[in-house]
């Protein structure tokens, strides 16, 4: 809002999302005066989930149509407007690959990439984002109780350690490696064969 007061635009798409999630979007946007705008997507990701599990099912993929949905729903309103989508991914997310690929890493401007968790949460704090939000665990809300750090099985604060050059156990800097390693294809543009 403060980077561009007159053509911002929060979408809350709610997809079998928590009642308080919405409720935190909406506070959100009150306190910091955003105009908003509701998409639930609840019936499309239903009918979506139920037309693709003829080839199969997982949680994961079915959980992963939920970011890659609101990522063409934030394309086509910033279409519709002629804006930017802006996306949320920070250091700490983008280090490790903790993104759904073609979902919450779509985005034309990261204006978060050079920070860590950590300092997201003192930079929400110093733009007065209510205590409550920045006190939530983050979660992408892919499911019931699903917590970023639960599904990478990493803290934030581990993965701010090790970018900062910290005392870590061998073992975790082992995990945030392999993790490292494994999503690369999420940091990178895809391979091109060379002629």
Request: net charge negative.
């Amino acid at each position: 809002k403060l980077a561009f007061p007159e053509s911002s635009l929060g979408l809350i798409m709610p997809i079998e999302s928590l009642p308080e999630d919405r409720d935190d979007a909406l506070l959100l946007a009150d306190t910091i005066h955003l105009d908003s705008m509701e998409l639930n997507l609840t019936d499309t990701f239903s009918g979506f989930a139920g037309t693709l599990s003829v080839a199969g099912s997982s949680r994961l993929a079915s959980a992963n149509i939920k970011p890659r949905m609101r990522m063409i729903a934030l394309y086509y309103v910033a279409n519709l407007r002629n804006y930017l989508v802006l996306g949320t991914g920070n250091l700490s997310e983008i280090t490790v690959g903790y993104s759904t690929k073609f979902g919450d890493s779509g985005a034309d401007l990261l204006p978060l990439a050079n920070c860590t968790k950590g300092e997201v949460m003192k930079l929400a704090g110093a733009l007065g984002v209510p205590q409550r939000i920045i006190d939530k665990p983050p979660s992408a809300g892919l499911w019931q109780g699903q917590t970023d750090e639960n599904e990478m099985g990493i803290l934030y604060s581990q993965i701010e350690a090790f970018l900062k050059g910290g005392d870590l156990p061998d073992e975790v800097r082992g995990r945030i490696s392999a993790r490292m390693d494994r999503n690369k294809h999420k940091t990178r543009m895809p391979d091109a064969f060379i002629e």
